[in-house]
């Protein structure tokens, strides 16, 4: 079977943002690091390429310069077990510098963007009553990090307050 290993291109803290995932995502680790030597073209010792798996998924940081950026256009979904694994992974990826964006969005101090929400996030917007999957989609909008309680009043009818 084919792994497609996903490539991140960044300027040249590669290894750092490894360093950062690794220590979010429990089961992680770096798996290879290959170095510039003497004959370059980067620093000697800077690392290149950093192999590195979060729970089991493959990814390759680069070292490519900074002619390339990290935009919204790729993410990466990450549905939660529950609400309180959301807010543990929101916060651990908007530390030392990400920004928070709206409905789940983030980008991490790296520029990558994030989607962190509980799971059960889409058994209110996809809820089969329109109505209910209208005002918990609503709710959802107006979010920033999502609160899965406060979706789920609104799904109701229930007014409620989110952070």
Not at 17 to 33: H, L
Not at 128 to 137: C, K
Request: hydrophobic share 40%.
């Amino acid at each position: 079977m084919v792994q497609i290993t996903p490539n991140l291109w960044f300027d040249d803290n590669a290894e750092q943002a490894a360093q950062f995932y690794v220590a979010i995502f429990p089961g992680s680790r770096i798996t290879n690091i290959a170095r510039y030597t003497a004959a370059g073209p980067g620093p000697e010792g800077q690392a290149v390429t950093v192999d590195f798996e979060l729970d089991g998924q493959r990814f390759t940081g680069i070292n490519g310069g900074p002619m390339f950026t990290f935009s919204e256009a790729v993410s990466f979904a990450l549905p939660c077990a529950d609400q309180a694994e959301s807010d543990r992974y929101w916060e651990a990826l908007l530390a030392d510098g990400g920004q928070p964006s709206q409905c789940g969005w983030l980008k991490d101090k790296f520029g990558l963007s994030w989607q962190v929400y509980p799971r059960a996030l889409g058994d209110y917007t996809a809820d089969p009553d329109p109505e209910r999957a209208a005002r918990a989609t609503a709710a959802m909008l107006q979010m920033s990090r999502i609160d899965l309680a406060a979706v789920a009043a609104a799904a109701d009818g229930l007014p409620q307050e989110h952070s």
